[in-house]
């Protein structure tokens, strides 16, 4: 069982910022690609970033230079520091993690978070 656990999410003012954490906990032997999705009210669920195993990152353009994704392999922990955020970043945030349970079992499946708010007011 592997279980990833976002937090930070809340509502704050445009020009805020937020810190998302997701967490993934359970049996997990590596972990490869973790990324951040989003998906606001009637539109579907699109990419916001996603770093690699070795620290490689890739950014939707809708946030590049505004928020900054990061992860700590040891506590199989993924951030996303959001600056500068406006009142069209209000959405549900989702964490993703391309996770491998087994060494000898060495399929690889994506787990999602359960998803945190993010509210941006005008």
């Known amino acids: 069982q592997v279980q990833l656990v976002e937090s930070g999410g809340g509502l704050v003012q445009s020009g805020g910022s937020l810190r998302l954490s997701c967490a993934a906990s359970?049996?997990?032997?590596?972990?490869?690609?973790m990324g951040w999705y989003r998906q606001a009210p009637g539109k579907q669920r699109e990419l916001v970033a996603v770093?690699?195993?070795?620290?490689?990152?890739n950014y939707a353009d809708f946030v590049k230079g505004r928020f900054t994704i990061s992860r700590d392999n040891a506590k199989n922990t993924m951030f996303l520091q959001m600056n500068s955020l406006q009142p069209e970043d209000t959405a549900v945030y989702y964490c993703?993690?391309?996770?491998?349970?087994?060494?000898?079992?060495?399929?690889?499946?994506?787990?999602w978070g359960q998803g945190t708010q993010v509210t941006v007011s005008s």
């Open positions: 993703s993690a391309d996770i491998q349970t087994s060494e000898t079992f060495r399929l690889i499946f994506r787990y």
């Open positions: 359970g049996s997990i032997f590596s972990i490869n690609s």
């Open positions: 770093i690699r195993r070795d620290d490689n990152t």
